[in-house]
T-cell receptor
């Protein structure tokens, strides 16, 4: 079975600084997708960024980018120029031939 | 705006009650899912459905059942609520696995307290 590990239960970052959230996963599948979701206090899960496993180029969405290391099964999220609105729970998720598998989450605090 | 709607944002039920959590999506998605979210445990899959009247057990199905009579509606049923089922419940939907690049669309959750 696929597993997703987020080793940082909590992180904090100063406003305007950069922070990296870690995620590793385990799978024997070759075709899969990886996602980062954001869950603010409103509880609405928001898709931040996705990465196709067959693509070597790292995905980027505005201030959010990933460092995808397929051989190491690592998928970290970098948030640049952090803003107060980035404060939330962040979940890493894996999707192959089975439903989405989530990590346990990282709570990100942004300090003004 | 496309939506997954969960009928209740907060719910308080008594031990032993039969509880229904309703989820409706308007995106014509084939797939629907129920997750449970607990602090420090992330989201865990309870049940899912890839088609009407179809259901599959997830990782933690014990104490739960589901119903999918119509494509847009997926109900989670707690047959006899217990205090260890106090949690946040999230419903989600998606297109089929062959369109796997898509993530899921989530509802805003139901926080259930069993007393």
């Amino acid at each position: 079975a696929q597993t997703v590990t987020q080793s940082q239960p909590e992180m904090s970052v100063q406003e305007a600084e950069t922070v990296t959230l870690s995620c590793t996963y385990d799978t024997s599948e070759s075709d899969y997708y990886l996602f980062w979701y954001k869950q603010p206090p409103s509880r609405q899960m928001i898709l931040v960024i996705r990465q196709e496993a067959y693509k070597q180029q790292n995905a980027t969405e505005n201030r959010f980018s990933v460092n995808f290391q397929k051989a190491a099964k690592s998928f970290s999220l970098k948030i640049s120029d952090s803003q107060l609105g980035d404060a939330a729970m962040y979940f890493c998720a894996y999707r192959g031939n089975t439903p989405l598998v989530f990590g346990k989450g990282t709570r990100l605090s942004v300090i003004a | 705006d496309v939506k997954v709607t969960q009928s209740s944002r907060y719910l308080v039920k008594r031990t032993g009650e039969k509880v229904f959590l309703e989820c409706v999506q308007d995106m014509d998605h084939e797939n629907m899912f129920w997750y449970r979210q607990d602090p420090g445990l992330g989201l865990r899959l309870i049940y899912f459905s890839y088609d009407v009247k179809m259901k599959e057990k997830g990782d933690i199905p014990e104490g739960y059942s589901v119903s999918r009579e119509k494509k847009e509606r997926f109900s989670l049923i707690l047959e006899s609520a217990s205090t260890n089922q106090t949690s946040m419940y999230l419903c989600a939907s998606s297109f089929p696995t062959r369109q796997v690049r898509d993530g899921y669309t989530f509802g805003s959750g139901t926080r259930l307290t069993v007393v």
